[in-house]
Structures are given as structure tokens and as C-alpha cells.
């Protein structure tokens, strides 16, 4: 039977955080809904409240592109192993870019990941769970790599060129805030690791 919180409870938090995966899911006013898959070290559970995840430089940038249309924004994670359960965050969301304010205290949560596009940063206004019986098992093996070596191969340099020619718009066509209003290259200091 399904439940509904108005915030996570400690439960809650320890459930995601047992988690290797989870999905997330935007639309526009129109056009293609969004679902993707998620992965590595890129969730943080601030608080009861707020969620803030990671998202690495990817073929396309959909969930930014949503966002700046409409800012709403579901988290979903379910149990692969032990217990069956199906757990989905709904809430506000609202894109943090390298050249904004709060990037560096954000981007502190993370380890260091190269790629690093922006944060998104989930207010949380219902939690429900319900249960995973139809999901089945599936046993995690580890990360992979490809990512990381990708990114590392292509360099700062040839990462903002990136960002410009395919992150830029959404398959929808829609600005996804990636290149800054000015038209300047997308800033990403940081991206490389801590002072």
C-alpha cells in the first residue's frame, strides 16, 4: 500500500543513500517527457527537505531545458536487493550552474567528478512509497569508468566546446541555460578538483 510524507524521514534517507541508482523525471509544457537514469556518488540528501544531485556532461541536457520551463521534478528510487520498495520524491527544482553564486558550496558535497555540468537542487513537497514487489533482482558490480575516462580524454577545453554544440538546446529545441545569456563560453572552473 502506497504512504505519502510531507518530508524524508530518516528511514527515507537511509533507503536512498543504500541506493546505487536512481531516476529522474521532468517535462516541459510540451513536448517529450524526460526519464533518466542516474548514477555514481551524485545524490546528497541536504535535509528533510531538499535534495541537491550532481549531473555530469551528457549527450543531451533535458532536464535543464525542463527546468527553465517548468520547475517541477520527481526523483524515483526502488530496491533491487532485499527489501522491495519503490520510493518517489516530487518537488521544485531549480538549476545551479558553475558561474553561479552557490556552485562552489554546492559542488563541495560531491567528490571531485570530471564533467561536472550543474546541480540540481530538488525542494521536496511529497514523498511516497509503495511497494517493489514486481521489480526484480538485480546485483550491482560496480561503476563504470567510461564516463570519467571520456571526460578526462576530451579536457576543460574540449568539454565547454561540447556543452555548446550538444548540450545547449534540448531535443525539443528549448534553451537549456548551459551557455551563459551573455553568449560567453559556459564557465567551468572547479570541474577538476578542490582548492
Same mark, same amino acid.
Given at each position: 500500500?502506497?504512504?505519502?510524507?510531507?518530508?524524508?524521514?530518516?528511514?527515507?534517507?537511509?533507503?536512498?543513500?543504500?541506493?546505487?541508482?536512481? &531516476?529522474?523525471? $521532468?517535462?516541459?509544457?510540451?513536448?517529450?517527457?524526460?526519464?533518466?537514469?542516474?548514477?555514481?556518488?551524485?545524490? *546528497?540528501? =541536504?535535509?528533510?527537505?531538499?535534495?541537491?544531485?550532481?549531473?555530469? $556532461?551528457?549527450?543531451?541536457?533535458?532536464?535543464?531545458?525542463?527546468?527553465?520551463?517548468?520547475?517541477?521534478?520527481?526523483?524515483?528510487? @526502488?530496491?533491487?536487493?532485499?527489501?522491495?520498495?519503490?520510493?518517489?520524491?516530487?518537488?521544485?527544482?531549480? $538549476?545551479?550552474?558553475?558561474?553561479?553564486?552557490?556552485?562552489?558550496?554546492? #559542488?563541495? #558535497?560531491?567528490?571531485?567528478?570530471?564533467?561536472?555540468?550543474?546541480? &540540481?537542487?530538488?525542494?521536496?513537497?511529497? =514523498?511516497?512509497?509503495? @511497494?517493489?514487489?514486481?521489480?526484480?533482482?538485480?546485483?550491482?558490480?560496480?561503476?563504470?569508468?567510461?564516463?570519467?575516462?571520456? $571526460?578526462?580524454? *576530451?579536457?576543460?577545453?574540449?568539454?565547454?566546446?561540447?556543452? +555548446?554544440? *550538444?548540450?545547449? +538546446?534540448?531535443?525539443?529545441?528549448?534553451?537549456?541555460?548551459?551557455?551563459?545569456?551573455?553568449?560567453?563560453?559556459?564557465?567551468?572552473?572547479? #570541474?577538476?578538483?578542490?582548492?
Amino acid at each position: 500500500m502506497a504512504e505519502q510524507f510531507a518530508s524524508l524521514s530518516a528511514t527515507h534517507v537511509a533507503f536512498i543513500q543504500a541506493q546505487q541508482l536512481f &531516476f529522474v523525471g $521532468t517535462a516541459g509544457t510540451d513536448g517529450y517527457v524526460n526519464v533518466s537514469p542516474k548514477g555514481m556518488d551524485t545524490l *546528497r540528501v =541536504v535535509d528533510s527537505g531538499r535534495i541537491a544531485w550532481l549531473n555530469l $556532461t551528457g549527450s543531451g541536457n533535458e532536464t535543464a531545458a525542463h527546468l527553465l520551463d517548468v520547475n517541477r521534478m520527481t526523483l524515483m528510487f @526502488c530496491s533491487f536487493e532485499r527489501q522491495p520498495l519503490i520510493m518517489r520524491v516530487y518537488g521544485r527544482a531549480r $538549476t545551479v550552474h558553475p558561474r553561479d553564486d552557490d556552485w562552489p558550496q554546492l #559542488l563541495a #558535497l560531491f567528490p571531485p567528478i570530471p564533467g561536472a555540468r550543474q546541480v &540540481f537542487v530538488l525542494d521536496v513537497e511529497l =514523498v511516497l512509497t509503495s @511497494c517493489g514487489y514486481g521489480v526484480p533482482y538485480y546485483e550491482f558490480r560496480g561503476e563504470r569508468q567510461t564516463m570519467v575516462k571520456w $571526460t578526462e580524454k *576530451r579536457g576543460v577545453d574540449g568539454i565547454q566546446s561540447y556543452w +555548446r554544440e *550538444r548540450n545547449a +538546446r534540448s531535443i525539443n529545441g528549448r534553451d537549456t541555460g548551459i551557455v551563459r545569456p551573455s553568449g560567453q563560453p559556459p564557465q567551468i572552473d572547479g #570541474l577538476e578538483g578542490r582548492d
